[in-house]
């Protein structure tokens, strides 16, 4: 099981669906919502520069276009993997499933790329199964759809 | 893991058994039965319960999810409708400004075409009035060259007529002086008589003749003016 979980999407709809998922899954216990890409950024930089890891998630899912937000969310990535420490498994979570995007997001450093639908259970059971390899940097770069 | 003491652990069954009042969300994960089988069964339906309820609302969240991506689509295509519509609406409204304009050209080519007109009208009477100057010019022409005609020919007759007369008189007058001394110097007036007299009869005859012929003459010229 996960131990802590970021979920950065600007529809709370999802924030509902992604809680009760995690929880019947049994993925994670722990589930922190955010809205907004800036001020996810905010806490990171925060985190990182207070040296706490205590707060800081074990897995960040992000969604692509996060509305109302100054940046996307491979932007976000880059900035978690390049500019505030890393140490997070991370990886997009959005309907989009555009390959040149997916370029670009395996480039800022994300390990996964998750297609959200109505069923979006059968892709966090796999997701799971391959989080050790994520943890432990090994698995490859994996579209789930 | 969290650890409750006994006495909470009863308190938490009973609750469930009379009330129907469960520990929920993650936090039932979090709890230990600590080897008690009753509070591992109360947490188990605990869980159960939890479940049951976040399947429930999983599906109802999807239900609104669903329903919130085919509002978003219809107000996409609504929106996509109007902008349709503001496309057209602006198509008509350039239709409209090239009709204006093309009226406008039309009416100004129209107040163009009704000046010409107007200018063309001045035209045909300014060259009605030189072509009737034109012909008033040529009637007074015409009316100078007969008058000068009626006078040389008037003068004509009247210098044929005085010369005549002037013959006639001549004659007249030579041949009654011849007569008149023929009678005095008592000379034979049978031959000169009736010389005289025939004279006298044909200068009369042709003198009247004359008269005759101008006034013909003159009536015909004023008949021919009127």
Known sequence: MISSIMLVDDENLFHLVFEDACSLLDISLSLKTMNSADDTEKLFKKWFNDNDATHKPECVFVDLNIIGSSFDGIELIRKINFEYGNNVVIGIISSSNEPAEQAKALQAGAQFWIIKSDDIEPRLEEFRKDYDGYKKRTAPFKIYN | ?226
């Open chain 2, 1 to 226: 893991m969290i650890v409750f003491d006994n006495k909470l652990k009863k308190e938490l069954i009973t609750l469930l058994d009379e009330k129907n009042i469960a520990l929920e969300g993650n936090l039932v994960k979090m709890i230990d039965a600590d080897g008690d089988d009753d509070f591992q069964t109360y947490l188990t339906t605990c869980i159960e319960k939890d479940r049951e309820t976040r399947k429930k609302r999983l599906e109802i969240t999807k239900q609104v999810q669903n329903q919130n991506k085919e509002l978003t689509l219809l107000n996409d295509e609504n929106v996509k409708i109007m902008e349709e519509l503001q496309l057209t609406l602006r198509d008509m409204e350039d239709s409209k400004n090239h009709i204006e304009l093309q009226n406008r050209e039309l009416i100004a080519w129209k107040q163009d075409n009704e000046r010409m007109g107007l200018e063309l009208r001045d035209e045909m009477i300014k060259s009605e009035n030189a072509r009737v100057e034109a012909e008033n010019a040529k009637k007074a022409a015409e009316s100078d060259l007969d008058l000068l005609q009626k006078k040389t020919q008037t003068e004509l007759i009247g210098k044929i007529v005085m010369i005549a007369l002037y013959v006639i008189v001549g004659v007249g007058v030579s041949t009654t002086l011849m007569y008149v001394f023929s009678m005095i110097t008592n000379k034979d007036t049978q031959m000169i008589g009736s010389t005289w007299s025939n004279m006298f009869g044909i200068l009369l005859t042709n003198a009247f003749s004359i008269i005759g012929t101008i006034m013909g003459v003159k009536y015909a010229s004023e008949k021919k003016d009127e």
